[in-house]
């Protein structure tokens, strides 16, 4: 049977570019009064993208809200109403300067049930072409390219810490011969 919180009153506390928050009043299953903290986000997009030489690219930025510089798959938010599929093809060329002629969903996961609504829906991408990366006018990125077995190692010695990442680049080394 499903533990169901209701809401009983919310609170708007802040919009701005990005995210949102909201602190809802919910009763529990056992009749208790909470509150919880909602961070609303639109949603994001994530690409493992993969080049001829069956190397994955990865982008490296430095992420403010972590203090330091990660090694990341692709990535980007969904505008408001935005197709996903648009979204990653999107992304990845802005971020890589590569398109895909191939271009698969995989899965969709929450990112961070426990105070946010946002979902990352992962893709695969393949027979890629390259142009010019085309990134946002606040984005400084570095383009990667890894083996399979490198990224593994690397997540093994903790130099990839970004879930998102983690998540695609796990879902590949256990699919990628059905991919």
């Known amino acids: 049977m499903e533990q169901k919180e209701v809401t009983v009153n919310t609170n708007k506390i802040f919009e701005g570019k990005i995210i949102n928050l909201r602190v809802e009043e919910v009763k529990l299953p056992n009749g208790k009064?909470?509150?919880r903290e909602i961070v609303e986000h639109p949603g994001g997009v994530s690409i493992v993208a993969v080049?001829?030489?069956?190397?994955?690219?990865?982008v490296k930025q430095y992420r403010k809200p972590a203090e330091e510089s990660l090694l990341e798959i692709p990535a980007g938010k969904l505008e408001k109403g935005?197709?996903?599929?648009?979204?990653a093809k999107r992304e990845l060329l802005e971020?890589?300067?590569?398109?895909?002629?191939f271009i698969k969903h995989l899965i969709t996961f929450y990112t961070t049930p426990g105070f946010s609504n946002e979902k990352m829906y992962l893709y695969f991408a393949k027979d890629l072409k390259k142009y010019t990366a085309q990134p946002d006018e606040d984005e400084f990125l570095e383009?990667?390219?890894?083996?399979p077995e490198e990224l593994w190692e690397m997540i093994l010695q903790n130099q990839i810490k970004d879930s998102k990442t983690i998540i695609g680049i796990l879902y590949y080394l256990k699919m990628r011969s059905s991919l």
């Open 33 to 35: 009064v909470t509150t």
């Open 51 to 58: 080049n001829e030489e069956g190397k994955i690219l990865l």
């Open 82 to 87: 935005e197709d996903p599929l648009i979204c």
């Open 95 to 101: 971020e890589t300067g590569y398109e895909a002629s």
């Open 143 to 147: 383009l990667y390219e890894y083996t």
